[in-house]
């Protein structure tokens, strides 16, 4: 694919400073570009590179001072908004959309699948099961029996869908990820075996959610484990049963939260950071990478780190302090002579 | 599904106070319920919503003052332990039971599925393989050459088990589990490249075994990775190769387990905790959530926690003593001055 | 299986010390051979079982004194690597080479496979997708559109190829493993909510790599995720987009790595360790299990541990000070009620 200055600018209504005619074919990040290629500039760590980028065509913020270069920069409102629309024509050009029924994929007779949409080989669409129109069911995806799938939605090869689960529209999800499985809960007897507390719940994911590759959303014990609304959750993520994440809450890789917690809207969970079972996270908390969260988190809109997590701020402070333990130690046993000393002066 | 407090009561072998011509069809959380709910009071902290729930039955301890309500009540020797009857009695009757070969299967002219089995359209049953009988094999499950699992046991859609594996009876597999996966081994060469150790051993699961959505068990260098009867893993857990769990050992989600590492008996393994390879951790021990084992555990029946662990008590001072770390870094400072005014006066 | 002393001596190029006509037809640990087995002892702390051991032959280093015994013994220059080949051997001999287009695969029209290969039951080879000779795709794998897979590599049960990624030769990935599923890139709306970024790279593995079950590697945002010839990587896994995984880097499982870090050759990465993204490690880092590693790595060649990560050595001096932190704090508060006595002695 290639473009021009102009057609780039005019489609993410841009202004040009330089030749309208330069064309890109490629995309780089603007210290390794090389001619043909298109960068952007959104994070000012970068600015540095702008004067002797080789980018044929970068797209910068309205507001900045341009160097002398022969690359042609094409001024934004919103760069980093931009770029990604850019990349969307880009993808949709690249995208084929596969339709129909693929030969060797499974519908049961009593399925049904909208129009427009596609199941791919090896899929299995089971008793009951709906799929609205315009998605696509990748080959060797598992729906249940009842399993619903609204509009617009894709699941990617190998996710499977247990038994009465509920996937709204637009919603995506990543190959490998497992809805509706069985929640972790068992009755201890007397004699130390577990007896399985049967999970009769679901799962239901609202629209505009997007999951990534093998996470693992069990079904609730009963009732339902619910993603909200606009939801983000990356790759092997554990949720558990009865869980509700909030809209437009975004979950970092590798996290895990257990059985029955509420994380509220606008949350962002870091990477392998873990929230006990039974809490409610306050909105538009932000708990960092590895934090551990053992209790509720009551106000809203704090920074929370460490384990057991704190607020970011100490945290930070309990970290800097840790590092000069060691040497405290020492300077605590250097005064407890010193001290010595005085006692036996003073007798 | 409608249920009469009298069938319920029959059926728990419970004590009926109020009417019980009572009907449920739903249930709910005790603090939630609407009319027409079923409810359960196990947990003490949720004693205080008895009075004022909605819900039209509620099954109660035997030992606690009931409250003047509309409710019908239901008293029970196991609260939790009746709750788990009644929910396996609904699974069952929400549950069909698929059976037969599906079309679309790919079944070895040498493998054996044993009578009411069920194996699912794309289930692959390799060369060799025996299932027995009353198993569910789901659609896209893998079992290699010589897998053998036995009756009663659930591989739920994309389970795949590598060859020479052994699963017993009354197992339960949720979707995209791995079993057999080669051990993590490769030898150091000189040039700094690894070359890789084979791995010909295999995986073991013992009866009545239930493991979660992808979770991985590696299969051992020689001889097996061990799963004992009873045991129960969650999901996303990482078990190594050669490693052993105990009988009705508990692990949480995204626990990992290294290499030849022996898990004891009666266990429980906190989410995202992580134990070193070539250790063996006493039998009923508890491991918290996130800590890191390095080593042996030999007295049985403690607690552990942080990283590197110690005993959860210990723990739990020390987590106390950092918060005030950096306030006792300022006093120690504070210390060396007022001792060094101290010194000067007598001098 | 039977092996004389005199066949594995002569495979390994090793010294008979008894009696050469000598047979094993299993292999087991030192401590719990029984006649019968093949032994190897490598790791010294096991030297102590050499003189009781019932194995009846023992790989053992050239240099040790061997103590009197039944036993065959088999004197080699690297124990490990000797029994590395023999497990090779024995894993060759176990292994059927399945071969051909399985019955129940999907192979595009314009999709190409090589001499040799093999495409199992349910696999899908998508559009224009190529697949070199001697390579393995198992039942169940996923190919995407334009996926190239190089020469004798093997793709087991389930592993999903999105769209345009490319694998090398001699590659190994294991089941459940997903390659080239969207990075996880959002741009945050004025409202709160997140606008998808679209992943238009792709994934490119070189040869020589192993990668472990259920692991997941995301596909660039544009340009490409890499990991280098030789790299190898455990179990679930989380690679983000645009990160790149140096020469023969071995990366334990659960760790995960974050969005476009670099990680250098020959680094070793624990378990369950962490690495924030736009960071990047310098060669031969070894990075402890559970590390949480928020910048970058300037110096090759060190041990770094804890979070935030210090070096090892700093990391250790900091754990035990920890463990004396309460008593420290005792005895802070013992000095400033000592020093208050003084100073009114001293008014």
Known sequence: MVFSAAEISALLQ??????????????????????????????????????????????????????????????????????????????????????????????????RVGENSYVGAFAYVGENAKVGSGSKIYPGVYLGRNVEVGNNTILYPGVKVYTNCKIGNDVIIHSGTVIGSDGFGFVPQPDGSFQKMPQIGNVVIYDDVEIGANTTIDRATFESTIINKGAKLDNLIQIAHNVEIGHSTAVAAQAGISGSTKVGKYCLVGGQ???????????????????????????????????????????????????????????????????????????
């Open 273 to 347: 950071a873990g929230i006990v079972g039974h809490i409610e996270i306050a909105d538009q908390s932000k708990i960092g990478a590895k934090a551990g969260i053992g209790k509720s988190i009551k106000q809203p809109n704090k920074g929370w780190s460490g384990r057991p997590a704190v607020e970011h701020i100490e945290s930070l402070k309990m970290q800097a302090a840790n590092k000069q333990l060691p040497d405290a130690l020492r300077r605590l046993r250097e005064l407890e002579k010193e001290i010595e000393v005085l006692k036996n002066k003073l007798k």
């Open 14 to 111: 841009g202004e040009i400073v330089g030749n309208p005619e330069t064309k890109v074919h490629t995309i780089a990040p603007i210290d390794k570009a090389t001619k043909g290629s298109l960068s952007f500039l959104h994070n000012p760590k970068y600015f540095k590179f702008l004067a002797a980028t080789k980018a044929s065509i970068v797209l910068v913020p309205k507001n900045i001072d341009l160097p002398e270069s022969p690359s042609t920069f094409i001024k934004l409102n919103d760069v980093y908004g931009a770029f990604s629309r850019l990349l969307s024509e880009v993808s949709e050009m690249q995208n084929h959309h596969p339709k129909g029924i693929e030969e060797g994929s499974f519908v049961h007779a009593s399925a």
